[in-house]
């Protein structure tokens, strides 16, 4: 199956020229996202065959580092992402086919968008870290290119380089990890990096450059900041892909590094990634409350479920370092589930956001308003994904965050005071962040489709063409058959988790359809289809009732309106006052958050204002300080550009004689 994927894959490149030759051509941007269905529909198959089927197939390519060729290998573990990967790409590129038609910038987006999904998909099929770092870059280098698309936007511009800056650095730390294993390994390959011996620090650095390398592609915080620039300046769909897909392919190659390269690392590394992932998903969720881009919204939410899943990695990593390996691979097998949960979700809310976007061109949430009656697909759609992921049941959100706080309840069994104090306090911060991302996507979903439309634009919206419905409504229709069938799902995920914590169990860990039940049934047990069909059975009995004792006289009457009518959209909540109470809350001492208001007084016509302000920590305290010390070094630097020649051979022969003296004290010394 590895060289049908390839072959499958070999066909990007050739989508990527075609946009190129028919760049002119008005089709040709659709033309291109219509190959790159079909593509991603037959990698997905692979995907499942491979998942299915278990076991591993490999393929090389002679090509490579001049002792090395390319080798790949898809087991059941790359085959999930494969399916994680090419489900986004399918919903996607289905979308694209119309949305393409509102970009100013087509033609670039057509050539760019065949390669993002050729190097997603090499990343994962990859089995050296030559391979998986070619890979990784085209991947990286492709997005970059989409995320430029509107070049002519400084704030478009910003993004980029951060984003290109934030790629860099990971990929320097995942080539130092891959340097410690191959000498520790004595190869490349990635089967030469299972069998690798390390010593303590060997391994810890192993894990810290994963986690760095991989948590800046991921969203992990205080790696985050390219996340909310990056989303708004690419096209929507793209960002489904980038948030919803690409960080799982970062998760994917850090599930690697800690359960599959190299010896298990130590059970505090766990303890690290858990709290850190805490951190992180309370501190995304945070972030979208107070932000007015829908967007960018939704960008800081994929932080929060990149914590979130990198909670469950860090406890399987816990119960692993401490040989309890049935309760890792319960962990392990949460937290993939939750991946695949957010790759449904945030595809679809991301793509739903795209729709409103091309009917309004508004991604500020203050100006829309009113859409259920205008866009009603997009808007049922756009709720089921708001609702999947504020966990709230039985849609499929609920499910994989429910598992997660199974494992942070067994956390307390590993015989450390660290994790018996850290898991209950983590599954606070679970709790939290899911209580914050329902206030959040009530605030999201009540401006953008509730109440009164806010602009012209609002009020002259139209539905989303039938290609973008169709994407929206099966992804919806996914959250709920996730939510409501999971067993099948989690069975599966089981298999591949305890495969991968090189155990073989009984049966599954997560076992009885059709309830859930997290290694033991007296721990607590749970039932979407249960739920679904008593929800389902006490409506056909209310409304029998109703029917049997109702009157049938039809009544109609206004809407509550608070005792006044106000026909103005001016006097409905906007995005500040919905976020105020939680901003006084949090915002104070999170973001320095201050309001400033100025009262006229009674004889005076003007207006009242209030003006927030707020500041990122994050920004301010580590990347400011970063940008403004490399600024200022390139101008000093740039100095040299303007020196004469006699201070050129000056300086030549100053480094000559340092290096000459440095070669002598090393002699002399050694």
């Known amino acids: 199956m590895a060289a049908q994927a390839l072959l499958a894959v070999a066909v990007l490149p ?16 659709a033309l291109v996202h219509g190959g790159c269905l079909l593509v991603s529909l037959l990698l997905g198959f692979i995907g499942i065959a491979s998942v299915l089927k278990g076991g591993a197939d490999l393929a090389a390519l002679p090509i490579g580092l001049p002792w090395l060729k390319a080798h790949f290998r898809i087991d059941a573990f790359s085959g999930l992402f494969l399916v994680i990967v090419n489900l986004g790409a399918l919903a996607a590129s289905l979308f694209g086919v119309s949305y393409v038609k509102h970009l100013n910038h087509a033609p670039r987006v057509a050539a760019a968008y065949p390669m993002f999904l050729a190097g997603m998909n090499l990343a994962l099929m990859a089995d050296d870290a030559f391979s998986f770092l070619v890979s990784w870059e085209f991947m990286s280098v492709s997005s970059w290119l989409l995320v430029l698309i509107d070049h002519e936007e400084e704030e478009n511009r910003k993004a980029a380089f951060t984003y290109l800056m934030m790629a860099l650095f990971g990929t320097f730390c995942l080539l130092g990890a891959f340097g410690v294993l191959a000498q520790a390994g004595g190869g490349y390959g990635f089967d030469a990096m299972r069998t690798a011996k390390l010593d303590g620090l060997q391994s810890s650095l192993v894990v810290l450059l994963a986690l760095l390398g991989a948590g800046s592609k991921a969203g992990l915080v205080p790696l985050h900041a390219w996340l909310p620039l990056a989303h708004p300046a690419a096209p929507s769909h793209v960002s489904a892909l980038m ?34 992932g805490g951190v992180t998903a309370v501190a995304g969720i ?50 993939l589930y939750h991946m695949l949960n957010h790759s449904v979700m945030k595809g679809l809310l991301f793509l739903g956001a795209g729709a409103v976007l091309s009917a309004t061109n508004e991604r ?37 965050e429910w ?19 850290g898991s209950p306090v983590v599954a606070a911060m679970v709790a939290l962040s899911a ?16 109440g009164r439309a806010r602009s012209q634009a609002a009020l002259l ?44 169990l009984q049966g599954t860990i997560i076992e009885g359809w059709p309830w859930l039940a997290p290694i033991s049934v007296t721990r607590g047990s749970y039932s979407g289809t249960v739920l679904v069909a008593s929800v389902l059975f006490l409506i056909l009995v ?26 103005s959209p001016a006097f409905q909540y906007t995005a500040s006052s919905f976020a105020q109470p939680l901003r006084r809350v949090f915002g104070a001492s999170m973001f320095q958050a201050r309001e400033d208001v100025d009262m006229p007084s009674p004889s005076e016509i003007r207006p009242a204002r209030l003006d927030v302000h707020m500041r990122d920590p994050i920004w301010q305290g580590l990347y400011q300080p970063l940008i403004d010390g490399v600024t200022h070094l390139a101008a000093r630097l740039n100095r040299l550009q303007t020196m004469t020649v006699r201070r050129h051979l000056l300086m030549m022969f100053l480094t000559l004689m340092l290096m000459l003296i440095v070669a002598a004290l090393r002699r002399v010394f050694s």
């Open 364 to 400: 500020n949430i203050e100006r829309l308003g009113g859409l259920i009656h205008r866009m009603p697909v997009t808007a049922a759609c756009f709720l089921a994904g708001a609702a999947a992921i504020s966990a709230l049941p039985p849609l499929n959100g609920f499910v994989s």
């Open 14 to 29: 050739l989508l990527t020229m075609l946009a190129m030759a028919a760049h002119r051509h008005k089709l040709a941007p």
């Open 435 to 450: 209580a914050m991302a329902a206030a959040a996507f009530v605030r999201a979903f009540g401006l953008v489709f509730l």
């Open 461 to 504: 919206a139209t539905e989303a063409p039938i290609p973008m419905r169709i994407s929206l409504i099966g992804l919806a229709a996914l959250c709920a058959l996730l939510g409501i069938l999971p067993v099948s799902a989690t069975t599966i995920l089981s298999q591949i988790a305890q495969s991968l914590m090189g155990i073989e």
């Open 403 to 421: 598992l997660i706080l199974q494992t942070l309840f067994l956390g307390p069994k590993i015989p450390n005071w660290a994790m018996k104090f």
């Open 286 to 335: 945070l972030y979208a409350l107070i932000q007015t881009d829908l967007k960018r919204l939704l960008a800081y939410s994929t932080v929060e479920n990149v914590g979130i899943a990198l909670i469950g990695l860090g406890i399987a990593l816990a119960f692993k370092g401490e040989g309890m390996l049935p309760f890792a691979a319960l962990a392990l097998a949460a937290s």
């Open 542 to 567: 209310t409304a029998v009732i109703i029917k049997g004792f109702g009157t049938r006289q039809v009544r109609r009457g206004p809407a509550w309106d608070c005792g006044h009518k106000e026909a």
């Open 243 to 276: 948030s919803g897909v690409m960080t799982k392919v970062a998760l994917y190659i850090l599930c690697r590094f800690l359960f599959d390269f190299g010896p298990t690392p130590a059970w505090w590394w766990g303890a690290i990634i858990m709290v850190a």
